[in-house]
């Protein structure tokens, strides 16, 4: 059960991660995405697209808290300005919040893991 947990965290996490990545380098280079970037918003572009891809990478390796801190890294201050507005990068604001989720998933895996006695097949953490 906790391998399937840590499986669906792994989806969850990379799935938005890369879904959103891909969003933000799309924004970034191609004038015509209904969004005008230059200067400082290009780099800001540029830094959600990489904590996206922090974000997916955290997630294929099971980190929970830095899959925590993309979250609150890159919705505060970016991700919730774009959920009120009526644009196609809301869609890309809700996808932060599949790095919350796949932490949860991830928490609730090691949780699972810890419980079972190594004699049993569980994981013997240091």
Do not use: N
């Amino acid at each position: 059960m906790a391998r399937t947990l840590l499986w669906i965290a792994r989806i969850v996490g990379v799935g938005c991660g890369g879904v959103a990545a891909l969003a933000w380098s799309y924004a970034m280079w191609v004038p015509s995405a209904g969004i005008r970037l230059s200067g400082v918003s290009f780099v800001g572009a540029l830094l959600m697209a990489l904590l996206a891809l922090i974000g997916a990478i955290a997630a294929h390796r099971g980190h929970a808290v830095v899959l925590v801190l993309v979250f609150l890294a890159s919705f505060f201050p970016v991700g919730f300005f774009w959920l009120t507005t009526d644009h196609w990068l809301r869609y890309v604001a809700m996808l932060d919040f599949g790095f919350p989720v796949a932490a949860a998933l991830v928490f609730a895996a090691r949780r699972m893991t810890d419980k079972v006695p190594a004699e049993a097949g569980g994981e013997v953490r240091q």
